[in-house]
């Protein structure tokens, strides 16, 4: 009863260069020291307020594929929006704010409001607005300032691991050794057999910003296989944005255990 949400929301370049390129390069990279890739990383962050796009979105897992259209609105710190069609047949609404996740969809005339636990159900790993945001828009997916980290060159990229992980869990970052931006981060949970992993395969220039253009998400939950690929196929920034709203009535509300 949430598959709609999950195709919705389980939704490298120089800063001159106007095509796009792959997320990784040739180049050679030479070693840097973990604190100075962060601070690299955190003086190219997302600089703009508002994204207004259009995203094709494909989701597989081991018994089910789909693929469907995603209008997308975000301002930054404050709201995620999104409508899923498919074949322009409206399919799901979704609105996200910090503290509160509410969607509806149209097949089964239901709907959901409350926490992140649907989402971090569904990604294996717990995730709030500012995880979800990031991952949307090639940041990383936690704050690297909070703990030490350690550096190495890994597949045209540099690898940042934490110092000391987390007792249930490891994180893995992967950055461009040109934009700084994510390549790829990864969340193991071993014992759990679960594995998050997000690829940004391609990132393109829009108004001098680097942004992702494909980002590719596998989640594993030990036998169970997700798969949901994005692509940006129009994006906008620091337009003015509304984010209509409104659960019809005679929905059913979803509640979770």
Known sequence: MIKYLKYILVLSVFLTSCKSKKATTNTTVMSMSAKKIIKNHYSNSFDKKTIKARLKAKYQDNKNSQSITIKLRLEKDKAIWMSGTILGIPLAKVLITPTRVVYYEKIKKTYFDGDFRLLSDFLGTKVDFEK????????????????????????????????????????????????????????????????????????????????????????????????????YRSVEFDRKLSFPFKIPSGYKEIKLK
């Not at 980290?149 to 461009?176: A, C």
């Not at 253009?213 to 296989?225: C, L, P, Q, S």
């Open 132 to 231: 979800l945001q990031n991952l949307l828009i090639g940041q990383a997916i936690l704050n690297l300032k909070n703990k030490r980290y350690r550096s190495e060159t890994d597949d045209y990229s540099y690898l940042l691991e934490p110092k000391k992980q987390e007792e249930l869990f490891d994180i893995l970052f992967w950055l461009n050794p040109l934009t700084f931006k994510v390549n790829k981060q990864e969340v193991r949970q071993p014992i759990e057999q679960k594995k998050l992993t997000v690829s940004y395969i391609e990132y393109q220039n829009i108004s001098g910003e680097v942004f992702p253009k494909k980002i590719n998400i596998i989640a594993i939950d030990k036998t169970k296989r997700t798969l949901l690929d994005l692509e």
